[in-house]
């Protein structure tokens, strides 16, 4: 044994408002470029993906209003917390989505930042707004279930 201690494993930061606020219709994994005072922040779980959007541009799909917290150890080089960052997809990817976006009224939204081997990851997801009569019945179905494996996992 060597002695030395293992590195804590960096687990996904996750848009939790997501699943309740948007029925979720198809999803997509894209890369992200980042700063290196960035990645360093996503490594130490500094990121929060809660109002948080993707807006198509014409150069791409950029994430917007993701807050990647300022590095402790940056120095005056240190990123921009609420930067637009831009998502590395195929273009063929990309138009397919503007085009479903467009036409029928969804809308695009991060689900969670990963990292993949070396890389960071977002996955997206073409989602459609629930209204209030809707996200209640979510949660109904949710309890429902809770109580259900409950249940059976008592008995």
């Not at 590095?71 to 831009?86: A, C, E, I, Q, T």
Request: glycine share 8%; hydrophobic share 35%; aromatic share 6%.
């Amino acid at each position: 044994m060597s002695g030395k201690k293992k590195p804590a494993e960096f687990e996904a930061v996750v848009n939790r408002k997501a699943k309740r606020e948007y029925e979720i219709i198809e999803t997509l994994e894209a890369g992200i470029s980042l700063l290196g005072t960035e990645v360093k922040s996503l490594r130490a779980g500094r990121v929060s993906l809660a109002e948080s959007y993707v807006k198509p541009k014409s150069d791409g799909l950029w994430l917007e209003s993701a807050h990647f917290g300022e590095y402790s150890n940056g120095n005056v080089h240190n990123h921009d917390p609420l930067r637009s960052r831009r998502l590395l997809v195929h273009k063929a990817e990309s138009t397919k989505l503007l085009q479903r976006v467009r036409e029928k009224g969804l809308t695009l939204i991060p689900l969670r930042i990963y990292f993949s081997g070396k890389n960071a990851k977002v996955e997206i997801a073409l989602g459609r707004g629930r209204n209030i009569h809707d996200k209640r019945q979510v949660v109904k179905d949710r309890e429902a279930q809770r109580d259900v494996r409950r249940a059976t996992k008592g008995g």
